[in-house]
């Protein structure tokens, strides 16, 4: 079992940039696949990013390709998300999730553990 916790998220304006991390407990964090996820008021979890388990392959929504970048450091257990060029659309509290078996998954419900999220407003 891994347990995730976020940081890094904050009030920015728009076209500012953004940090994400998410730190993993446990000592089998690269034996996970490892996606974003964020969710806005009133409307459905989304995905945003993925990274494989060690390969360090990338996946991204289209509405972030270009702007967002995932990474992993297995040695210190943590994700990241580095997010610039930001837009208030992409206002929303974003999550961490860790998926334990199979390939790489863009729907939540792949995923078997979750962070508690952090808030990222993008003002404009």
């Known amino acids: 079992q891994v347990q995730l916790v976020e940081s890094g998220g904050g009030l920015v304006q728009a076209g500012g940039s953004l940090r994400l991390s998410c730190a993993a407990s446990?000592?089998?964090?690269?034996?996970?696949?490892m996606g974003w996820f964020r969710q806005a008021p009133g409307k459905e979890r989304e995905f945003v990013a993925a990274?494989?388990?060690?390969?360090?392959?990338?996946y991204y929504a289209d509405s972030v390709k270009g702007r967002f970048t995932i990474s992993r450091d297995n040695a210190k257990n943590t994700v990241f998300l580095q997010m610039n060029s930001l837009k208030p659309e992409d206002t929303a509290v974003y999550y961490c999730?860790?998926?334990?078996?199979?390939?790489?998954?863009?729907?939540?419900?792949?995923?078997?553990?979750w962070g508690q999220g952090t808030q990222v407003t993008v003002s404009s």
């Open positions: 999730a860790g998926r334990g078996f199979g390939m790489v998954a863009s729907t939540p419900n792949d995923y078997d553990y």
């Open positions: 446990g000592r089998t964090f690269s034996s996970y696949v």
């Open positions: 990274i494989t388990r060690t390969s360090g392959r990338t």
